[in-house]
């Protein structure tokens, strides 16, 4: 029987911490944030039950292995929970850490999930900081988040997807992500404007 949720959700942030920890260098942007190139930059973990024991958040190897589980379609991705008959994936953890880059002002996406029950199972939508702090959840705090103030410092996207009531025909799709950017000035713009103020001073 899988241990109740509120252990596992703990579980799951030590293992996701140690997950984007372990990752490969962040990238200065989101890298194939559009999901046109599959899941190239994104990285997984799955947990599952093999019929006598849970395995927690192991790390995606071959995403070629885990089709049922991880799908890419224009611009976006879909976990799903499911069962072969043998083993049982029931969590399923997609992420990908990145530098905010200066020009950065809005992180935005879309998502879509179906849960068979509502309190057995979840869902998750989150961006973290580098102190692994949930800085916004998208599910309840809106589709959009400002990270004009995190210029410069890594955060990390991250999906999550858990059954809790063995009916696996869950999943979560999140769609549109994108980082709209501000236009910072060039310092010749910059010097012109320093120089007319001086030019109105005197």
Excluded: R
Excluded at 22 to 48: K, M, P, Q, R, T
Excluded at 110 to 138: I, R
Excluded at 147 to 172: K, P, R
């Amino acid at each position: 029987m899988k241990t109740n949720l509120i252990s596992k959700n703990i579980l799951k942030t030590i293992c996701l911490i140690a997950g984007i920890s372990l990752s490969s260098i962040a990238s200065a942007s989101i890298i194939n944030a559009d999901f046109s190139d599959g899941l190239n930059g994104w990285d997984a973990d799955y947990s599952y039950f093999d019929g006598t024991d849970e395995h927690y958040y192991q790390p995606v190897i071959d995403f070629a292995n885990f089709t049922d589980n991880f799908s890419t379609d224009s611009n976006s991705v879909t976990l799903n929970t499911s069962t072969d008959g043998v083993n049982e994936f029931f969590g399923l953890y997609l992420f990908q850490e990145f530098e905010v880059a200066n020009d950065a002002f809005e992180l935005s996406l879309n998502y879509e999930y179906n849960l068979s029950d509502e309190n057995l199972d979840w869902a998750s939508v989150t961006l973290v900081d580098e102190n692994f702090d949930v800085v916004h959840d998208f599910i309840n705090d809106g589709l959009a988040f400002d990270i004009s103030n995190f210029a410069g410092s890594f955060m990390a996207l991250e999906f999550g997807l858990e059954d809790g009531d063995f009916i696996y025909d869950d999943y979560l799709t999140v769609s549109n992500i994108s980082i709209s950017s501000v236009e910072v000035p060039e310092p010749s713009s910059i010097a012109i404007f320093a120089f007319a103020l001086l030019a109105l001073t005197s």
